[in-house]
């Protein structure tokens, strides 16, 4: 017998923007994604937990705030890995044969409390810079790290750029880009080295820099911003290094923030979140601001004084993009701003954020399964991997998987869209579709205008139909 019953379904694919209409009637959107991860399938999921990389805490329980993948291929044909970790206390660690055991290879080094690290490998030597101008230090996986020589510039970071190193941030020129030898990575006063002012006593400095697409895309901030590429394979000759402006008004506020993705490249400014493909395109107009719906998010609920110590990893196996960012009223980078790039061009871009431990983030090739996997840098002198299959963060810590819509609106409209008038509208039935992930509950709050929301468990129960226990058709 044939009812007037409007179905109505539901789903969660829309992003996190918090600067939209409160009202809908088509869920494109979420007013909160906490702990969620979107899969290639189109489903949203409550993302993994963590579990320790290192089973006995660095001593003293440091802030990790710098961590590096460090691989090298040597000349007998083998390749070796160190992974390597700074922490707040001043001292460099590394982690080499997967017993979660670290060796500190601090030496004689001296790094002031606090230094973020820059990492950067070239020429089978890992060079550490530090935001705190400490002496740029090298390692090359024996013994411990030591000052690279061949006086270099007492910078905050350094990038590889055709076959040289590029470095900055030396106090008394803030503007200044130095370049090494294209044949020693420790040569910087030789003939086939030298230096580019970039736009000096502009009231910015540079900030950081990254090698795309055969060019040197080098950003300013932390206040009026501007990107400048540098194009050319040597300081003379045929093909000679040029700089020439990309755009201004993009304030950088950390190169951490800089990701590759794909064949793109983005970054955070103290607006939000860019690509440098969609700056190409439509230069410093909102359509270059990939997080243009969340300007709110980025004004309210960050902690500005906090930017330059965000840190960005692409997590390329569930194609999202994480920044670690610091929380309104924090001290420290516990939340995790996401953007879920994975169906973008089916349902464009996805933000969501994740509650957890994230002052340093980088990929690293497990040495035992040999997956890429995502690993941020704790509080309490741990190394924490991600989205793993347990539904704790480290130590038995709860989490929990939140979304919310705008007011959805279900009754009729009229030729404008619009509710017409006030049209009461009765839920009979509800029903959640999910996959089954263990014996859990699910909860769902529905509220309506101004009254209290009520609240439905849906359980996950994974064990089967089991006779005798189990309903149908309830």
């Given amino acids: 017998m044939p009812d007037r019953f409007l179905p109505t379904v539901i789903t969660f694919q829309g992003g996190f923007a918090t600067d939209l209409a409160s009202q809908v009637r088509e869920l494109t959107y979420l007013e909160k994604a906490e702990n ?103 390692y090359n996986q024996v013994g411990n790290v030591a000052a690279l020589g061949g006086t270099p ?30 044949t020693n990575i420790e040569d910087w006063t030789g003939g086939d080295t030298g230096s580019i002012d970039i736009d000096p006593e502009d009231g910015d400095r540079i900030i ?53 993705v794909g064949q793109d490249v983005w970054f955070m400014s103290d607006r939000g979140c860019h690509s440098l493909e969609v700056t190409a395109a439509h230069g410093d107009f909102s359509e270059a601001d990939i997080t243009r719906f969340l300007k709110k998010y980025f004004r309210e609920q960050i902690n500005r004084v906090k930017l330059d110590k965000v840190c960005a990893v692409n997590y390329d196996l569930k194609g999202a993009v994480l920044w670690g960012i610091t929380p309104s009223g924090g001290s420290e980078n516990t939340q995790v701003f996401g953007i879920s790039y994975i169906r973008a061009q089916e349902e464009g871009l996805k933000p969501f954020v994740w509650n957890r431990d994230c002052l340093s983030a980088a990929t690293r090739i497990n040495p035992v399964n040999k997956l890429k996997e995502v690993v941020f840098g704790s509080t309490d002198g741990f190394v924490l991997r991600q989205d793993t299959s347990a539904r704790s963060l480290a130590g038995s810590i709860a989490y929990t998987y939140r979304v919310k819509t705008p007011s959805v609106v279900i009754g009729r409209v009229d030729s404008q ?18 996959r089954l992930t263990g014996n859990h509950n699910i909860s769902v709050d529905i509220g309506r205008d101004e009254k209290a929301p009520e609240n439905y468990l849906f359980n996950q129960r994974s064990s089967g139909f089991i006779l005798d226990q189990s309903q149908l058709d309830i």
């Fill in 417 to 434: 869209g619009k509710p017409t008038g006030d049209q009461p509208v009765t839920i009979h039935d509800i029903y959640m579709r999910s």
């Fill in 208 to 260: 950081g820099a990254i090698s795309h697409k055969e060019r040197l895309f080098v950003f300013k901030g932390p206040f009026r911003g501007s990107i400048h590429v540098i194009a050319g394979t040597a300081p003379s000759g045929a093909d000679p290094f040029t700089r020439t402006t990309f755009v201004r008004g993009i304030p950088l506020q950390t190169h951490l923030s800089i990701v590759p």
């Fill in 36 to 138: 969620c991860i979107y899969e290639v399938s189109g489903a949203v999921r409550k993302v993994g937990g963590t579990e320790r990389v290192n089973a006995v805490q660095i001593t003293g329980a440091p802030d990790v705030l710098g961590m590096f993948d460090f691989w090298l291929s040597g000349v007998a044909g083998t390749s070796t890995q160190d992974f390597v970790i700074v922490t707040s206390d001043g001292k460099v660690y590394k982690e080499d044969d997967g017993d979660g055991v670290v060796d500190d290879v601090t030496g004689a080094a001296v790094i002031t409390p606090n230094a973020i690290p820059i990492f950067s490998e070239a020429r089978d030597l890992l060079t550490i810079w530090f935001s705190t101008n400490n002496t740029p230090l090298k």
């Fill in 153 to 182: 510039p007492i910078g905050r970071g350094m990038v590889f750029h055709v076959n040289r190193g590029w470095a900055w941030g030396v106090n008394a020129t803030p503007s200044r880009l130095y370049y090494a030898s294209s």
